[in-house]
């Protein structure tokens, strides 16, 4: 692995009344990679990208440490610390890529004022940066492209330039958020795949946030698998898809590789419903539901391992990789 360019640590995020929503999150990106946040819906993906970014609602306490660019914050309770961050060396790039643009403003001089009004570039510097931008994206025409409305643009251009202008700054780090199945699947497919060249060829890192483990697998080199706010796998995405060691990893994988739930195909999906802030399972929180479970998993909560970039959460671990039919 290189160098790490993001860092967390022992994360954990509370509710006022002390309802922990994520624990213990521990986790790297390194420059010029992705890692893929997966898990079921409320499992802690979004609070957590979001925490990482200083990003959380104000009601909500962190604590932890995270470490970007060759600093480290140690609690979270200054989220300003890092929030001044947006825009220049980190980026977030938001579900509806519409709602990235001021619907009052041509897209242009949005894509060039980003930049410009934070003083990270000059207007020349800027232009020919959006310009740049554009044209690898694939929008050609940018001289037209840019005099239009945000309400002009077709849903494949408007993901593209919200992409364009999350870039603008040349950010270190960038989380996206990952569009529901509701979204076109080509259009995050190939947001996906230019992500992918752009951090690879500038150094960026990604942290994706996704419910898709068949796009996660296809476009991220590491993966932190997420259940009810803890961590219960991570590590290279070859080493973590050819052999699942944690059974919910395993179940996900014989899930047709998506945590979503289309309405016309039919998958197995995992019996039994993800448990609630304030209603973790005692123990293990997965082993309500785990095929593998022995009476002591509800007792003792299995502490993430980590061996070489690899970790699990399991007391009954799979070491040979196999998956399991439910
Ligand atoms: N401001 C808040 N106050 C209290 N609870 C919250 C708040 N924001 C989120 N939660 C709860 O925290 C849990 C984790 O939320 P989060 O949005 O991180 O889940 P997620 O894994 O991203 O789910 P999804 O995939 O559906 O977006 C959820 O149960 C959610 O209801």
Wanted: proline share 7%; hydrophobic share 35%; aromatic share 4%.
């Amino acid at each position: 692995m290189t160098s790490p360019a993001l860092q967390v640590q022992d994360l954990e995020i509370v509710t006022p009344n002390g309802t922990r929503l994520v624990s213990g999150m521990t986790f790297e990106v390194s420059a010029g990679h992705l890692l893929g946040l997966l898990g079921e819906t409320g499992a802690g993906k979004t609070l957590t990208a979001r925490a990482v970014l200083g990003l959380l609602p104000r009601t909500l306490r962190a604590s932890g440490k995270v470490s970007f660019d060759g600093r480290t914050w140690h609690a979270l309770d200054h989220p300003e610390e890092v929030t001044h961050l947006l825009g220049t060396s980190t980026g977030l790039m938001l579900q509806n890529p519409a709602a990235a643009f001021d619907p009052m403003h041509r897209v242009g001089r949005q894509l060039i004022e980003s930049v410009v009004h934070k003083r990270l570039m000059t207007r020349r510097e800027a232009t020919y940066r959006a310009r740049e931008l554009c044209e690898y994206l694939g929008l050609s025409d940018t001289d037209e492209l840019f005099q239009l409305y945000p309400h002009e643009l077709s849903g494949g251009m408007a993901q593209r330039l919200a992409l364009a202008l999350t870039l603008m700054p040349r950010p270190k780090l960038i989380v996206v958020d990952e569009p529901t199945s509701a979204l076109d699947a080509n259009l995050r497919v190939e947001a996906l795949r230019l992500l992918r060249s752009i951090a690879e060829e500038s150094g960026m890192a990604a942290l994706l946030v996704s419910h898709d483990l068949g796009l996660v697998s296809r476009y991220c080199d590491s993966i932190a698998i997420v259940y009810a706010g803890r961590l219960v796998e991570y590590g290279s995405m070859t080493a973590v898809i050819s052999a699942p060691t944690h059974p919910y990893t395993a179940t996900l994988l014989n899930c047709g590789l998506t945590l979503d739930r289309p309405s016309r195909i039919r998958l197995p999906v995992i019996a039994g419903e993800p448990p609630s802030p304030g209603n973790w399972p005692s123990g293990c929180s997965f082993h309500p539901r785990c095929p593998d479970a022995q009476d002591h998993c509800g007792d003792e909560r299995p502490l993430l391992t980590n061996d070489h970039d690899r970790g699990y959460a399991c007391h009954h671990p799979r070491r040979e990789g196999r998956t399991c039919e439910i």
